[in-house]
C-alpha cells in the first residue's frame, strides 16, 4: 500500500510536526546538529526523528518549481518506464535520472523533474508512481522555485 499525502492548513498540524519542520529548516541555515536543533525548538530527539521524512513545507502544489525524489523499484522489465510515463502523463520535464546498479532486485532511482507552473500536476503524479507495480519508498527529496 502507498503512502498518502493529505494538504491541511497549519493549523490543524499537531505542534510537535511544525517543530520538527522548523527544526530541519534551523539545521539547513544554521548548520546545527539535531541536538542543537530539537533542544532549540523544545522537542525531543526521538520525536524528531519519528517525524523527519513524513513532513515537509508545502508550496503551491509545487507547480513551477523542480523536485527530486527518490524511489525504490524492482529490477524487472517496464517497472522505470511506467515511472517515466507517470512523469510525462503529468507534465513533468524530467531534468535528471540516476539509477543504481540493481542489488537483490532492487535499484534506487534519484530523479529531479520540472514541475510546468500552468499545466504540471505533483500531487497526481506522486500517487501514480507510488501506485505503480515494482515501485518502494517513495521520498521527496526536495525542491526548489525557478
Not at 502507498?2 to 517543530?19: G, H, I, N, Q
Not at 513524513?54 to 527518490?70: C, E, L, M, Q, S
Not at 520535464?93 to 540516476?98: G, K, Q, V
Amino acid at each position: 500500500m502507498s503512502d498518502k499525502y493529505y494538504v491541511v492548513k497549519e493549523k490543524a498540524v499537531p505542534e510537535v510536526l511544525l517543530k520538527v519542520l522548523e527544526a530541519k529548516k534551523m539545521m539547513e541555515r544554521k548548520k546545527l546538529t539535531v541536538q542543537q536543533a530539537t533542544e532549540e525548538v523544545g522537542i525531543s530527539r526521538s520525536s524528531f526523528y519519528k517525524y523527519q521524512d513524513d513532513i515537509f513545507p508545502f508550496h503551491d502544489n509545487a507547480k513551477g518549481k523542480t523536485i527530486t525524489f527518490i524511489l525504490q523499484i524492482d529490477d524487472e522489465p517496464g517497472v522505470l518506464s511506467d515511472v517515466l510515463k507517470c512523469i510525462a502523463a503529468s507534465h513533468g520535464n524530467i531534468l535528471t535520472i540516476h539509477q543504481s546498479i540493481p542489488i537483490h532486485g532492487v535499484a534506487t532511482l534519484t530523479i529531479s523533474v520540472d514541475i510546468a507552473e500552468d499545466t504540471g500536476d505533483v500531487s497526481t503524479m506522486i500517487g501514480e508512481i507510488q501506485d505503480q507495480q515494482g515501485v518502494h519508498d517513495f521520498k521527496i527529496l526536495g525542491g526548489e522555485r525557478k
